[in-house]
């Protein structure tokens, strides 16, 4: 992987050296074992989230393609490896870049 500059507050890169290579498997697990429950979604190229909010705690990362996200008034591009948490009741909007669909997994933080 190409190194990339530092990442803008909130959004967390994949690291090789750290963390081996990137993989579904290896992404999920470092979301489970941070307490959260994951789900694999892929969106269409042109899939549009109109500014919204979740009653849970989560984080949004990305294993493929390219996803805008736009939380108060930042906005960021996550690409394979890039995460970012998005707190309970806070609105932010999102949209697929691109040709190519985007691969995501979806980890909302277990209620305890």
């Known amino acids: 992987m190409t190194p990339r500059p530092d990442p803008p507050v909130g959004i967390a890169h994949w690291d090789e050296k750290r963390d081996g290579p990137l993989s579904e498997k290896a992404l999920r697990l470092r979301l489970e074992r941070l307490g959260y429950a994951v789900t694999r979604y892929v969106y269409a190229p042109g899939t549009f989230f109109p500014q919204h909010d979740h009653e849970v705690d989560k984080i949004d990362a990305v294993l493929s393609g390219r996803f805008c ?44």
């Open 69 to 112: 996200i736009t939380i108060g008034g930042s906005r960021a591009i996550l690409q394979a490896g890039d995460s970012i948490a998005v707190p309970r009741g806070t609105p932010h909007s999102a949209e697929v870049i691109g040709d190519e669909p985007v691969v995501s997994l979806d980890a909302t933080h277990r209620q305890q």
